[in-house]
């Protein structure tokens, strides 16, 4: 089957915003204030950190999720359910070794979600993500209810010194991740919706819905972001936190979907990839791998028991750190694209794929 760029490319460059939502996990030795974010002084720091948390907080992931969800919908099931065991597999050794905060785990519990929900009717999904936004308002309005208190509640792993001691918290960590990204499901269902209708494949048939969607899902996603946005960067005082955490992860839902359809529209335009295009789909259609890459670039430079950058670097040197790390992902899948290699993270899952389903 040929590849569809459409999601290539949309992996590609919301994995930029991937980096820029985990590199601000990683910085630790300072209060903590509102969602979890070490609190900024200089301004510099506190306008990056509001910019990442009106356009990427709680966006990026949701987006992955509709993406992963497309892919599944249009696979076999029985190679979805191989793909999605391995994905849990690969997903439990990276939060044991470098990153508690792994999705790929959240996401093979999605994949046999998403198969279990394939059978149903379009309205029904509909519904199901409908209803399942409201437990997210739920859910994540509870997670950041707390008024800060300069301590980190969770990810306690992130200020650890000791390396054995930090691995032995993150299984526990990497456990509780569902509960933070709890939006994705609404996300993944409308991923199901949408690959019935080749919405990726064939972009253009369906321009209006895209344009409709990327406008007011990114409409949204920034009016409901920017409350966080000003509360975390200390431009905002409220005590309304319950609300804004409830807010921001819906609209975060609507972000998510409302970047797809953007880049579903910028896909429209593209009649031939050029270079850019070409290594930033290359990135996408190993974003395993670069996802992996993240995380041992972000180990290797920000943890308490590597170099401890994170206890020293702000939020906008963070921020420029994450899109470094992406452009030089970015650069490796090209080169692997031009040699017409997949990434190892990538050829790793195919060989233990293909083992496990050889006969005896």
């Known amino acids: ?32 204030g509102v969602r979890q974010h070490i609190v900024e002084t200089d301004l510099a720091d506190r306008l990056v950190s509001a910019g990442v948390v009106t356009f990427v907080d709680a966006r990026a992931y949701p987006m992955f999720a509709f993406l992963f969800a497309y892919g599944v919908a249009r696979m076999a099931p029985e190679r979805a359910r191989s793909r999605n065991v391995w994905l849990i597999v690969f997903g439990f050794v990276h939060a044991l070794l470098l990153y508690p905060g792994d999705v790929l785990g959240l996401y093979g519990l999605l994949g046999f979600g998403v198969i279990a929900m394939s059978r149903l009717k379009d309205r029904t999904l509909l519904v199901v993500a409908a209803g ?4 997210t308002a739920v859910v994540q309005g509870q997670a950041y209810a707390a008024p800060p208190n300069g301590q980190r509640s969770f990810f306690q792993s992130f ?6 001691a930090a691995m032995a918290l993150h299984p526990v960590e990497w456990l509780l991740v569902p509960f933070g990204l709890f939006g994705v499901g609404a996300a993944a269902l409308t991923g199901v919706w949408a690959a019935r209708r080749d919405v990726l494949a064939e972009p253009e048939r369906h321009r209006r819905l895209l344009r409709h969607v990327a406008t007011w899902g990114l409409t949204l996603a920034v009016l409901g972001g920017l409350p966080s946005g000003l509360a975390v960067a200390g431009f905002w005082h409220t005590s309304a936190l319950w609300q804004l955490g409830a807010l921001h992860a819906v609209t975060g839902v609507a972000g998510g979907l409302g970047y797809a359809a953007l880049i579903g529209l910028i896909a429209i335009r593209i009649t031939r990839p050029n270079a850019v295009v070409r290594a930033i789909a290359a990135c996408g259609e190993r974003s395993l791998s670069c996802y992996l890459f993240q995380s041992v670039v972000f180990v290797l430079l920000l943890k308490p028991y590597t170099l401890g950058l994170g206890a020293t670097l702000g939020s906008a040197e963070g921020a420029v750190l ?8 970015v650069l490796l899948a090209d080169l692997l694209r031009r040699k017409d290699m997949r990434g190892p993270a990538e050829t790793l899952l195919r060989k233990v794929r293909e083992l496990r389903s050889s006969p005896a």
């Open 322 to 329: 994450a899109l470094a790390t992406w452009l030089v992902s």
């Open 159 to 164: 200020e650890t010194a000791d390396p054995l």
């Open 132 to 135: 399942w936004l409201v437990l």
């Open 1 to 32: 089957m040929k590849r569809l760029l459409t999601p290539d490319l949309a992996r590609g460059g919301m994995l930029a915003l991937i980096a820029l939502a985990n590199s601000a996990v990683y910085l630790h030795g300072r209060p903590y």
